[in-house]
Each structure stands twice: as structure tokens, then as C-alpha cells.
């Protein structure tokens, strides 16, 4: 019997997934693209990611205990069903290397600037190693427990920055062009929702998975939303030189000075989400890999992934640089099929028996 986790839990890791990349540099790289007109961006970014949500809520109702590799070799073939997870495994290690450097540059630069890079891999593989070993479940349990805070946290970081409010953000100050090629080069900051699809015969199956998850999700949204509209207000055209947003709203403050170092509140924010989020991608990571290769156990998995991190990292292939030019050049067009036509095809495409044929 596959261990499931709870609605709740479901709806809580959907709240999780969804800060994912984009309450630190994100904000920053819209504005260079759209200036304020980003948040119109991050608006449709965040509605073409429901999108994603609805999807798998579709796919959980037609196929409430089926793994998504048994429904893609359902639909596809064995053949097929293997290339679509070595997709999905490249695009989750990606975002793993995605956001780890954009994690230690931030904790770079907002705890300590002579932090050695080599102590940041080791800790992270140790907790990585640690949780994913131990399952799904006690990963879920975990963001339970902390999720409360993570919320709470989040919340004041945004009422405190009320009180740096200036003005309106200028908005409607870009072309039209702008918005759309700075929704296509930035899809690689979303898709955080297909790792729902991973694990979607481990989601237990309830009346309240849907109500539930939208809630979460709409929660999520909203703080996000807000966290952009005080980042764009606060610092207007100079918003493009502020690289941590959910930081930067709070410590550029002369009200709060005699108060000290507010941002101490982002950081424990962006190490619980960081934690929880690499937990998740290395997790979905594995069992993508698991199933390519179905005689390799979770422990060889697991190694197999700690080889191929320390060489790309150590080998400097992908730094924080490269990642963010990875993502704006190439992975937009893996989201596209990814994202969308994976799983509609999943929804509206007939059997196509146990051959490896596409239909």
C-alpha cells in the first residue's frame, strides 16, 4: 500500500511551492523587463500556474490512485512514458541548481560575505539526503508544522513594509511587447506545480482536495502579489538593483532603524521555504529517476543525484549566471510542454494500449 499524505498537507506543500524564485530576484528581473508593468507580469505568470493546479486536480478525479508514470505509459507507452520523465527530471534538477544559487547568493550577501560555497553544498546534501531518504511523508509533516510561522512571517514582513509605502507604482509605463516576452523568458521561476504530478497517487484522495488546494494556493498568490506591489512602490526606478526583494522592503526603512536588523525575519523565511522547496525538488527529482531507471534502489538514487550535483557545482557548469541564462533561453520552451501539453494530453488522449505508440 502507497503511503499518502493528507488533503491538508497536499494543500499546504501547493501554499509552499508557489514563493519558489519569486520573492527575491524575480521582482528585480521583471522590472528590467516591463518596469512595473511587471506585476501584471507575475499576475499571469501566477494565473497560467493555477492553471498547472487545475490540471492535476482534473487528472487526481480520473485517476485517483494511479502513479503519473502508469498514466503516461497508459496513454503513451513505456517508451514514451520514460522520455517524458527524463523531461521531467532534467527540468527538476534544474530547478534545484536554480534555486540553490539564487539561495546562496542570498545568504551571501544578507548573512555572510565570506561564507565558503563548499560548507553551503555540504549542508544542503545533508539535509536533502536526510529528507528524501525518509519520504514524502515526514517531508509534509514538516512543512505542516512550520507552515503556520512560514505564513506569520511573511505576513509581517509585508506590514512592516507598509510603512516605507511612497507612492503608487507607475504602472501601464512599457510596451505590450515587453509583457508578453517577459512572460515567455521567465515561465522558468514557475511550474512549481508539477511536482504535484509526481506525486499524485501519493495525494490522498478527498472531497476537500479541490477546495482546499485552490485556497492554499490563492493565499499564496495573494502575498506574493503583494510582496511586488510594496517592492514596485517602494523603489520605483531603481527597483531593478534590488535583488532581494522580500529583504529589501523591510531594511530600507528609517522608521525601523533604531530597531535594528529587520531582515533577520526575511532570512529565517527564505531558509524554512529554501528547505522545504530543494526538499521537495530533489524528492520528485528521485522518483523520476526511479522510475527511468527501475532497478536502482532510492539509496543509489539518492547517490547517483549527490555525484551528479557535486560534479556540475564543483566543475562550475551551473552558477548562479548560468542558471538565470539557462532559464531565460532555453528552459521556457521545456515549460511549454511541460507545464500545459503533458497533462492535457494526459486528460483528452485516448488509451494507447500497452504498445510503445504514441496513440
Do not use: W
Given at each position: 500500500?502507497?503511503?499518502?499524505?493528507?488533503?491538508?498537507?497536499?494543500?499546504?506543500?501547493?501554499?509552499?511551492?508557489?514563493?519558489?524564485?519569486?520573492?527575491?530576484?524575480?521582482?528585480?528581473?521583471?522590472?528590467?523587463?516591463?518596469?512595473?508593468?511587471?506585476?501584471?507580469?507575475?499576475?499571469?505568470?501566477?494565473?497560467?500556474?493555477?492553471?498547472?493546479?487545475?490540471?492535476?486536480?482534473?487528472?487526481?478525479?480520473?485517476?485517483?490512485?494511479?502513479?503519473?508514470?502508469?498514466?503516461?505509459?497508459?496513454k503513451f507507452g513505456t517508451f514514451l512514458a520514460k522520455f517524458f520523465y527524463i523531461l521531467l527530471a532534467?527540468?527538476?534538477?534544474?530547478?534545484?541548481?536554480?534555486?540553490?544559487?539564487?539561495?546562496?547568493?542570498?545568504?551571501?550577501?544578507?548573512?555572510?560575505?565570506?561564507?565558503?560555497?563548499?560548507?553551503?553544498?555540504?549542508?544542503?546534501?545533508?539535509?536533502?539526503?536526510?529528507?528524501?531518504?525518509?519520504?514524502?511523508?515526514?517531508?509534509?509533516?514538516?512543512?505542516?508544522?512550520?507552515?503556520?510561522?512560514?505564513?506569520?512571517?511573511?505576513?509581517?514582513?509585508?506590514?512592516?513594509?507598509?510603512?516605507?509605502?511612497?507612492?503608487?507604482?507607475?504602472?501601464?509605463?512599457?510596451?505590450?511587447?515587453?509583457?508578453?516576452?517577459?512572460?515567455?523568458?521567465?515561465?522558468?521561476?514557475?511550474?512549481?506545480?508539477?511536482?504535484?504530478?509526481?506525486?499524485?497517487?501519493?495525494?490522498?484522495?478527498?472531497?476537500?482536495?479541490?477546495?482546499?488546494?485552490?485556497?492554499?494556493?490563492?493565499?499564496?498568490?495573494?502575498?506574493?502579489?503583494?510582496?511586488?506591489?510594496?517592492?514596485?512602490?517602494?523603489?520605483?526606478?531603481?527597483?531593478?538593483?534590488?535583488?532581494?526583494?522580500?529583504?529589501?522592503?523591510?531594511?530600507?526603512?528609517?522608521?525601523?532603524?533604531?530597531?535594528?536588523?529587520?531582515?533577520?525575519?526575511?532570512?529565517?523565511?527564505?531558509?524554512?521555504?529554501?528547505?522545504?522547496?530543494?526538499?521537495?525538488?530533489?524528492?520528485?527529482?528521485?522518483?523520476?529517476?526511479?522510475?527511468?531507471?527501475?532497478?536502482?534502489?532510492?539509496?543509489?538514487?539518492?547517490?547517483?543525484?549527490?555525484?551528479?550535483?557535486?560534479?556540475?557545482?564543483?566543475?562550475?557548469?551551473?552558477?548562479y549566471l548560468v542558471a538565470i541564462k539557462i532559464g531565460v533561453s532555453i528552459i521556457p520552451y521545456l515549460?511549454?510542454?511541460?507545464?500545459?501539453?503533458?497533462?492535457?494530453?494526459?486528460?483528452?488522449?485516448?488509451?494507447?494500449?500497452?504498445?510503445?505508440?504514441?496513440?
Amino acid at each position: 500500500m502507497i503511503k499518502t499524505i493528507s488533503v491538508r498537507q497536499t494543500a499546504i506543500i501547493i501554499s509552499i511551492l508557489l514563493f519558489a524564485n519569486k520573492i527575491l530576484v524575480l521582482p528585480s528581473l521583471l522590472y528590467e523587463v516591463s518596469k512595473a508593468d511587471g506585476f501584471f507580469i507575475i499576475l499571469f505568470l501566477l494565473s497560467l500556474e493555477f492553471l498547472i493546479l487545475l490540471m492535476f486536480l482534473r487528472l487526481k478525479s480520473l485517476y485517483p490512485s494511479t502513479s503519473f508514470y502508469d498514466i503516461l505509459k497508459l496513454k503513451f507507452g513505456t517508451f514514451l512514458a520514460k522520455f517524458f520523465y527524463i523531461l521531467l527530471a532534467i527540468y527538476f534538477f534544474y530547478k534545484i541548481m536554480l534555486l540553490f544559487n539564487i539561495c546562496y547568493m542570498y545568504f551571501h550577501v544578507q548573512v555572510y560575505i565570506d561564507a565558503s560555497y563548499y560548507i553551503f553544498i555540504f549542508a544542503f546534501l545533508v539535509i536533502i539526503n536526510s529528507s528524501v531518504l525518509r519520504g514524502i511523508r515526514p517531508i509534509a509533516r514538516s512543512i505542516e508544522f512550520f507552515y503556520g510561522f512560514i505564513l506569520f512571517c511573511l505576513i509581517f514582513c509585508i506590514a512592516l513594509s507598509i510603512a516605507n509605502f511612497d507612492k503608487f507604482p507607475i504602472f501601464f509605463d512599457s510596451k505590450l511587447v515587453n509583457f508578453f516576452d517577459g512572460s515567455f523568458r521567465h515561465l522558468f521561476c514557475f511550474g512549481d506545480m508539477l511536482i504535484l504530478l509526481v506525486l499524485i497517487d501519493k495525494v490522498d484522495s478527498n472531497n476537500l482536495l479541490k477546495s482546499k488546494s485552490i485556497l492554499y494556493f490563492f493565499t499564496s498568490a495573494v502575498i506574493i502579489l503583494s510582496v511586488y506591489f510594496m517592492f514596485y512602490s517602494i523603489f520605483d526606478y531603481t527597483a531593478f538593483l534590488h535583488k532581494n526583494a522580500i529583504s529589501d522592503i523591510i531594511t530600507f526603512s528609517y522608521r525601523f532603524i533604531d530597531l535594528g536588523r529587520l531582515d533577520i525575519i526575511a532570512v529565517i523565511i527564505i531558509m524554512f521555504l529554501a528547505f522545504f522547496q530543494l526538499c521537495l525538488y530533489a524528492y520528485a527529482f528521485i522518483e523520476c529517476f526511479i522510475k527511468i531507471f527501475s532497478k536502482l534502489s532510492v539509496v543509489y538514487s539518492m547517490v547517483v543525484f549527490d555525484l551528479l550535483f557535486i560534479f556540475i557545482v564543483f566543475t562550475s557548469l551551473i552558477d548562479y549566471l548560468v542558471a538565470i541564462k539557462i532559464g531565460v533561453s532555453i528552459i521556457p520552451y521545456l515549460s511549454i510542454f511541460l507545464y500545459f501539453l503533458l497533462p492535457l494530453f494526459c486528460i483528452f488522449v485516448k488509451r494507447g494500449g500497452n504498445d510503445d505508440r504514441f496513440f
